[in-house]
């Protein structure tokens, strides 16, 4: 039996199990209530069902633990917590012991790169991160990178852009009127549609069960652009008139702060690792063909938020 488990079982492992969950003869998930877990038991993502368990990040059950021994596939998508991995803090041991495990797919993100004021990196640009949560992010990818290896289990990091897709992307902002086009000159953002994302997972998957290595691998299209690119498309997508310009330092003091961290850093983030190491062929190489098949899909179609 090959089976799935999802440590956090979010917007990123719903979309994974829903396009690649056929392969798997059982997937199981976490979230942090017993309502939710409820809810998300009672429905199907794609074609596939999915065994929910509570991990609220303070105790893992037996039963956890018990479907961590039957792993053959761990996609890890919580992050660190007050500067701990939650996973590794409860479950380090079962890891380590399961028997069948045999790829580690650990999500994470490119804050841990840093600013770079807009110029190119890629997987070998050292890492400098200009926030705390980034710092603990390095961190937790080098305790699984070492996890991995002590015993014989590929880990595959990924390291994620700014991730959009139904339920969550420019058009559903400015339907709901939340969109606004800040101007930030010599900002760019990078991201990467939530298909083209478990289509990489899913890559890394199949190198590691074959028993390769797994490694490094930035998410990211090809087209990283100033932030409002993707609102202007939107708004002719839908026939609308954009948002009207505001400058950044307007706009920031009615953001939190942990948006404005994000117009912190600005980089240009290669994703050529995907293509020539995992193969993958995005489906959505810029904004442009992600948010005209979103435009295009039925009203809630595929959503899995």
């Not at 761990?74 to 007050?82: F, H, W």
């Not at 969109?179 to 890559?203: M, S, W």
Request: net charge positive.
């Amino acid at each position: 039996m090959i089976t799935l488990v999802c440590p956090g079982f979010g917007y990123s492992a719903r979309h994974y199990v829903a396009l690649y969950g056929k392969r798997f003869d059982r997937t199981v998930g976490t979230t942090r209530s017993a309502t939710s877990a409820a809810a998300l038991s009672a429905r199907r993502f794609g074609d596939n069902a999915v065994d929910m368990l509570v991990f609220d990040g303070a105790a893992a059950s037996p039963a956890l633990a018990a479907a961590i021994a039957d792993a053959t596939v761990l996609l890890v998508s919580i992050g660190p917590d007050r500067d701990t991995d939650p996973v590794l803090a409860h479950l380090r041991d079962a890891i380590a012991a399961a028997p069948l495990l045999k790829s580690i797919v650990y999500l994470s993100t490119i804050a841990v790169y840093g600013n770079h004021d807009g110029r190119w990196i890629d997987e070998t640009t050292p890492l400098a991160p200009a926030l705390t949560r980034a710092a603990s992010r390095i961190e937790a990818e080098c305790a699984w990178q070492a996890l991995g290896e002590a015993h014989g289990v590929p880990v595959a990091v990924i390291r994620i852009s700014g991730i959009y897709g139904p339920g969550a992307n420019a058009l559903e902002t400015l339907k709901a009127g939340r969109a606004r086009r800040i101007i930030k000159p010599g900002q760019v953002f990078n991201r990467i549609h939530v298909a083209d994302l478990a289509q990489i997972i899913d890559k890394a998957v199949d190198r590691a069960l074959g028993r390769r290595a797994g490694g490094v691998f930035n998410a990211a299209d090809d087209e990283p652009t100033a932030p409002a690119d993707p609102i202007l498309f939107a708004a002719s997508l839908l026939g609308v008139a954009p948002p009207a310009e505001i400058a950044f330092e307007e706009a920031k003091k009615t953001m939190t702060p942990f948006a404005v961290s994000f117009y912190g850093e600005s980089k240009r983030v290669r994703n050529e690792r995907v293509k020539s190491v995992l193969g993958v062929s995005l489906r959505y190489p810029t904004y442009r063909e992600g948010l005209r098949a979103l435009a295009n899909e039925p009203s809630g179609a595929s959503r899995q938020n």
